[in-house]
């Protein structure tokens, strides 16, 4: 069997090169295709790959080249966030990447969750990894001396210091591979869950009687779904552990941390010590607010329906 050649370029390597090998090794082993993987920038090399990414300044799916380094770049998603490697390849082989990662029950998805998956999986991991190589997002702080550490960050701590020689660039690329492979297949098992969440969410939503206050069975992505709508302002759901439950305050958007009705401030920061939240709020078994006024906690769903009622009318 000939074994597939992925080529991607030699030097100093970033989240977008990384990811985009993860990926693609992570379809190639569950398609059975064996494959060689070539780190270099000499033409040769480049002209022999089956498949060469972030390498050889040009985009053509035709010649199986995906790069973003020439002039005019390989194009922006439609929310102008422009492609690198890592982009382009889930572009061309991420949705057959989920069907063959969830070969064994992906008769039972729709083609639209599968879809859907793929989708959840570009927002939240190949996007902001995309973002931050191509410099269309730089994710600094407003503070003084704050900044995210973003994917990148993890992916440039494995480049080879001065001291340690360039010799040993393969070797930390490919322990990062490994990690990455590692986040990715993770993604894609918290896409699939997500997306059984958005539906018990909906179904939560449409079955509650009084809108305001929406009860979910078991813990799940809720915000997705709830921020969608007018009047949800709390949603409750089980602990972890199942021993007992939390009350949360809707966020205004995707986005940021403020919500739509904060829990009363004589609540915030009281807990089950001599029952401070018990006094403040009036409702027994009230173990817990959050100082910020976006959480609580109670021991029982019965507790926490009351609890939400309260502040809804607070």
Known sequence: MNKIKLVTHSGRFHADDVFATAALIIFLNKKGKEFKLIRSRKPKDIESGDIVYDNGREYDFDKKIFDHHQEGGA???????PYA?????WKHYGKDLVVEFFEEDSKEKSTEDLNKIWELIDESLVQPIDASDTGYEDFKSSKENLRSYVMDS??????????EGYEKAQGLFMEFVEIAKKILKRELICAENKIKGFKMVEESYRNAKDKRIIILKEGASWREILVSYSEPLYVIFPTVDNDGFIIQAVN???SGYKVRKPFPENWCGKGIENKELEKESGIFGAKFCHLKGF????????????L??????Y
């Open 85 to 89: 490697a890592f982009g382009l390849i």
């Open 308 to 313: 939400a009622n309260k502040s809804v009318n």
């Open 295 to 306: 959480l609580c906690v109670t021991e029982t769903l019965e507790q926490a329906t009351e």
């Open 75 to 81: 194009g922006e998603r439609e929310n102008k966030v």
């Open 252 to 254: 205004e958007g995707m």
């Open 154 to 163: 993890a992916v440039k701590s494995f480049n080879p210091t001065d001291e």
